[in-house]
């Protein structure tokens, strides 16, 4: 039973093109993240929503747009792909806020070329 | 401005050694550390966490201290395993405000058979 799952693994796209990822955790946790780690493995929050509500959004551009339809799935959606958009993008829950345990998503390589 | 600094250079250790791995962080007030173990291609995984009123916590060969007055944590593993070879990422959650976790860059350690 996978408890935090992200779909595609791997994407590979053009430059200006739109892309989502999509992440389900069966945890019943109430706060999802959405992280990036770069090629120098340096790993920053981008999201974090609370029952399906915005609580954390860093200095993120405005291309990428989360989207959290129920307390289970924060899907992330990317417009006008740069080459700097290219790197791991992980999906985490946690049943708080912060306090406890992120359980961690299997990561998306995103390649922008 | 804030930082949290981990040795980004490897860590080698002989097996059957004890691994001490290093955070130090500025300018935050840290309610809660977490450590993290990352393998490559895979989330991060959760391993300890130690409140800001704890000096120590353990867990198997797991040891992690916390000293708010040098503003470091030290990660301990003790009986080192080539098994135990990864990267381990110290995480912080800043007291006050938004509850977000701020990760490190990790150390990545070889452990060496």
């Known amino acids: 039973d996978t408890a935090v799952s992200q779909t595609p693994k791997y994407l590979v796209t053009q430059m200006g093109n739109d892309k989502s990822i999509k992440c389900e955790q069966n945890?019943?946790?109430?706060?999802m993240y959405w992280y990036k780690q770069d090629s120098k493995k340096f790993l920053k929050i981008m999201f974090s929503?609370?029952?399906?509500?915005?609580?954390i959004n860093e200095t993120v551009p405005n291309r990428f747009s989360p989207k959290s339809p129920d307390k289970a799935h924060l899907n992330l959606h990317i417009n006008s792909l740069e080459l700097g958009d290219s790197a791991v993008y992980f999906c985490?829950?946690?049943?708080?806020?912060?306090?406890?345990?992120?359980?961690f998503g299997p990561g998306t390589r995103l390649t922008v070329l | 401005s804030q930082k949290i600094e981990q040795n980004s250079e490897a860590l080698n250790i002989q097996e059957g050694k004890t691994a001490t791995l290093t955070c130090n962080y500025t300018?935050?007030?840290?309610?809660?550390l977490q450590w993290y173990r990352q393998d490559p291609g895979r989330g991060p995984v959760f391993l300890l966490l130690?409140?800001?009123?704890?000096k120590e916590k353990r867990k198997e060969r797991l040891k992690v201290t916390f000293d708010t007055t040098l503003k470091q944590s030290l990660f301990h593993i003790t009986a080192s395993q080539p098994a135990d070879s990864a990267t381990y990422l110290c995480?912080?959650?800043?007291?006050?405000?938004?509850?977000?976790?701020?990760f490190g860059i990790g150390t990545k350690l070889q452990v060496i058979p």
């Open positions: 985490a829950s946690t049943p708080g806020q912060g306090s406890s345990e992120q359980f």
């Open positions: 945890l019943g946790h109430d706060t």
């Open positions: 929503y609370n029952n399906k509500e915005l609580i």
């Open positions: 300018n935050y007030s840290p309610a809660y």
């Open positions: 130690i409140r800001e009123n704890e």
């Open positions: 995480a912080l959650l800043n007291s006050g405000g938004y509850q977000k976790v701020t």
